[in-house]
């Protein structure tokens, strides 16, 4: 590895070859890790090898250290040492429009204000089969119409796969087979992202079998101490052991009657996950219903509020759709599994994405408007209708923290 090299991306892969198991890696909230069953996490196999033209590879959105996705710090970073050179900022793929100056690093700097955000381009034309017309485009970049909807999205984080359905938008989803929607999403990550002819088989199957058997999860947290200790089965050994299945979370069960108040918080906030909730009657693990995992055993997608235009921020396009049978309107950021099924009762549905390991890659939800998971939790209850004491809050933030 060159000097050179180290100093454009100084991520994890640049540096070592593979993680040993559990390695704990510092994040907002303590000490995250990975585990892989080969009994090591590799850094120099296909996933971080570019097979395309312009140096990116899967590791470049997808960092260990960010909890598999990519935190907006950490562009910010890769920007500030490399003068927005990194492959990341190449190719104008994820700038603000397609055609921006990227002539100088200022005119980069301000090319780049969404994926300083963490967050990624998508272009998407409305299937030709619909139940709907999009009837209005109001886009601050000037790029997005009618005819071709532009959007900005988070990366979901390539860890702790269960659930068949890929992407926040199901795009990529093979019938109920988690291994050929992976292979799918690999393979239009080369030809796309990666801007290269289509990848061998082999390097396709590689990719896709390391992503499958990767787990992620918190580990440690200050004053709480090992997430796996006195009973307790956090961390991410445990959760790759953690097959598909219905269920309650239950990593804390043992810490109800523990000596360590914040153990006994982490615990409480799991019930309430676990519990419905007054006065609605609906529950966190309505959607986040897989054991111990968070994502929806079924492949569910669900529209919890976040592309309502109430909520977007000045940067945000605004789509405007009309049912054809009945013409019903619905305005919205980002219109999920919508913009692909052709179904107006689709439209606003997202993937419902697994919960390990959310301390390491905020901002969160698909648009990234929530920049903590207090955030989180304030926008269930704003939107919908959840209610939760202030001390409640608290509960269920150290939980969320603690996966």
């Known amino acids: ?45 296909a996933f971080f090898t570019p097979q395309g033209s312009n140096g990116r590879h899967c590791g470049t959105c ?91 999205r988070r990366p979901l984080p390539t860890a702790n796969f269960r659930s068949h359905t890929m992407m926040w938008d199901g795009a990529n ?27 061998p088989d082999a390097v396709i199957f590689d990719i896709a079998d390391y992503e499958a058997a990767l787990s992620h999860a918190q580990l440690i947290v200050p004053s709480v101490g090992r997430l796996d200790a006195e009973g307790a089965h956090g961390g991410p050994e445990a959760a790759s052991a953690q097959p598909l299945v219905d269920g309650r979370f239950d990593l804390f069960d043992a810490w109800q009657d523990a000596g360590n108040p914040r153990r006994r918080q982490i615990w409480r906030g799991q019930e309430l996950f676990n519990s419905a909730n007054a006065p609605t009657g609906r529950s966190c693990r309505g959607c986040h219903n897989a054991a111990n995992n968070g994502q929806n055993v079924n492949g569910v997608l669900f529209d919890v509020g976040v592309s309502r235009p109430e909520l977007a921020h000045a940067d945000m396009a605004v789509y405007t759709f009309r049912r054809i049978s009945d013409g019903a309107t619905l305005a919205t950021t980002d219109p999920g599994r919508g913009i692909r099924s052709g179904k107006f009762a689709d439209l606003n549905r997202f ?16 648009n990234g408007i929530a920049a903590e998971l207090a ?20 509960d269920l933030v150290a939980f969320l923290n603690a996966l």
């Open 1 to 45: 590895m060159s000097a050179s090299s180290e100093e454009a991306q100084p991520l994890l892969e640049q540096v070592f070859d593979e993680l040993p198991n559990n390695l704990p890696i510092l994040d907002a909230t303590g000490l995250a890790a990975s585990y892989h069953p080969s009994g090591a996490v590799a850094l120099d196999n």
């Open 62 to 152: 997808h960092a260990p250290e960010d909890g598999w996705s990519l935190k907006p710090s950490s562009v910010k970073l890769m920007f500030l040492l490399t003068a927005g050179t990194d492959p990341l900022f190449v190719n104008n793929l994820d700038t603000d429009t397609p055609s921006a100056d990227m002539s100088t690093v200022e005119a980069r700097w301000n090319a780049t204000t969404m994926l300083r955000q963490g967050k990624f381009t998508r272009k998407v034309a409305p299937p030709a089969v619909r139940d709907y017309d999009v009837i209005a485009a109001s886009d601050p970049f000037g790029v997005g119409t009618t005819a071709s909807l532009w959007f900005f």
């Open 173 to 199: 989803t093979v019938g109920t087979s988690l291994r050929d929607g992976l292979i799918k999403q690999a393979r239009g990550n080369v030809t796309g992202a990666q801007q290269g002819a289509p990848a």
């Open 351 to 366: 993937k419902t994405p697994n919960l390990r390991g959310l301390a390491a890659r905020p901002p969160y939800f698909h």
């Open 375 to 394: 955030d989180v939790v304030k926008h269930y209850e704003t939107q919908l209708g959840f209610v939760f004491t202030p001390a409640q809050e608290a």
